[in-house]
């Protein structure tokens, strides 16, 4: 194994488990608002408020930042060029630009709520903690900016943290601060977004040092922010869609819908660690006009996320119930809760592979410059088709499978368009590993239905652990048997070179 390879292994073997911690402290954070709170009309205004951060995450941290500047870093880095000046140039404006857009949101919060929820029963109080999660803007835009920097750099294990500050912010305040009910969630999400910048600032300050004052303005592809965040707030449409719909149903819709995802999207966040770690490369390769060490990466990307993705989801189908009782049910959350929320969550599951394919395949378009409006162009088809199945008379059942629907139809997009315009990606170097995927899934999904029915007699987390287990073997018995790692082989290298 080469030295860059085994860095990039530990580098995912470090994000992986901080991205566990940070998704377990998620689990304990939707345990407390369920057990303290349940699902009734405060956490929904808590949810519609909680709009704020879930939008301004995706595009401030996994998008813009992200997508724009860790090209940049990395080219200013290869370069040879002091990253001081380029920090000292960009780091200012970019929080006068979050502060006024903080501030905007702000003022904004009782038209946003009348839009985003407009039969919810407690608009005052999601105006009240739409203000609150406002700060979440700056704090969240500095968090995605210091990840940037870092991860250019090759620094992962301070950006991975990120989650766990947050998290653990929301927990203090929703623990501390419950009598003052959802309003106390609201305060969590905030102080959490100060955790996230505060984590990394010593990482920062020890890489790059102090930021110094430079008379040169680094000029910044501004331009490329605009595709960025088209695509990341349609993405982000289909939450709009699912709180609005969502608001003329009856009361708790919208937290069941919320547990049922958050607990779905926890594979395919874990699925894009990998391609985290390894944008900086892909971008290097891109820019570099490197084909073949970009097609490289990036079928190894999809095919090593496709592999955490589809057992999980065959796992979601069929432990749902299981899943939702064993993290979800006590305190306020009853057993009705858990069956909406677990009927909800199977057909989140359908649309995974579909959201780890967009995850992968969308960061390669913002590498090459004239290809940063297509992912957006995909984004909105699919948004058109979450729009068009969502209706309140299909109930939540409707509003999970629009979702899983339009981000299906946009990976497919992504795929097919990438082809043409950034890495010329050979059909055969994931088209075979993936299909052997699926079998795979298929196989270990039918063998978890039957050792669930053999052990319907034990508890609910033996009974989940015990069909888990099998899901997982026989999912890599045959995996194995179908070679769907050939993606990830010397011998698939050797024919995308020949393609070349």
């Not at 689990?27 to 408020?49: C, E």
């Not at 653990?168 to 309003?183: P, S, W």
């Not at 967009?358 to 979450?386: D, E, H, K, N, Q």
Request: charged share 10%.
């Amino acid at each position: 194994m080469t030295t860059a390879s085994s860095a990039t292994v530990r580098a995912v073997g470090i994000t992986a488990v901080l991205t566990g911690c940070g998704s377990a402290l998620g689990f304990v954070r939707d345990l407390a608002l369920g057990m303290l709170f349940g699902a009734d009309a405060g956490t929904d205004a808590f949810l519609v408020a909680w709009t704020i951060p879930e939008t301004a995450a995706p595009l401030l941290i996994e998008g813009a930042m992200a997508f724009v500047l860790v090209p940049l870093f990395s080219r200013w880095i290869e370069l040879g060029h002091d990253v001081r000046d380029l920090i000292a140039s960009t780091l200012p404006r970019l929080c006068g630009g979050l502060v006024a857009l903080g501030a905007l949101a702000a003022a904004a919060a009782p038209w946003l709520v009348g839009w985003l929820a407009p039969g919810i029963p407690r608009p005052d109080l999601a105006v009240d903690c739409m203000r609150v999660a406002s700060v979440t803007i700056l704090t969240f835009g500095l968090a995605g900016y210091l990840s940037a920097a870092l991860r250019s750099h090759g620094s992962f294990t301070a950006p991975a943290a990120i989650y766990v500050a947050y998290n653990m912010g929301i927990v203090a305040c929703v623990v501390a601060l419950r009598e003052q009910g959802a309003y106390a969630a609201a305060i969590g999400v905030a102080a959490g977004g100060v955790g996230m910048v505060l984590v990394q600032v010593p990482a920062f300050l020890r890489r790059f040092g102090a930021p110094a004052r430079s008379a040169r303005r680094v000029p910044v592809p501004l331009i490329a922010f605009l595709p960025v965040a088209v695509f990341t707030l349609t993405r982000q449409f289909q939450v709009f869609v699912e709180r609005h719909v969502g608001s003329a149903l009856p009361e708790g819709s919208i937290s069941h819908l919320n547990y049922a995802q958050k607990i779905a999207q926890v594979p395919m966040v874990l699925s894009l660690i990998i391609a985290t770690v390894s944008f900086p490369q892909l971008a290097r390769a891109v820019t570099a006009g490197d084909d073949v060490r970009a097609r490289r990466r990036l079928a190894r990307d999809l095919v090593a996320g496709s592999a955490i993705v589809l057992p999980s989801t065959a796992a979601l189908i069929v432990c749902a119930p299981d899943l939702v009782a064993t993290l979800l049910q006590y305190g306020a959350f009853t057993e009705a809760d858990t069956a909406a929320t677990a009927h909800i969550m199977r057909v989140y599951a359908l649309g995974l592979l579909g959201q780890a394919l967009v995850g992968i395949v969308s960061r390669t378009y913002f590498c090459r410059a004239g290809s940063y409006w297509y992912p957006a162009l995909a984004m909105a088809a699919g948004l058109a088709v979450t729009v068009a199945v969502a209706r309140p008379s299909f109930g939540t059942t409707g509003i999970a499978a629009a979702n899983a629907a339009g981000i299906t139809l946009t990976a497919v997009l992504l795929l097919a368009g990438g082809r043409r315009r950034v890495v010329a990606l050979p059909l055969s170097a994931v088209a075979g590993p993936l299909g052997g995927l699926l079998a795979a899934t298929v196989a270990a999904g039918a063998a978890g239905w039957g050792v669930q029915t053999l052990a319907a007699g034990l508890s609910q987390p033996a009974r989940m652990i015990t069909t888990g287990t099998a899901i997982a073997a026989v999912f890599c018995a045959v995996a194995v048997v179908t070679r769907a790692g050939a993606a990830l082989t010397d011998d698939n290298d050797t024919r995308m070179r020949g393609r070349a």
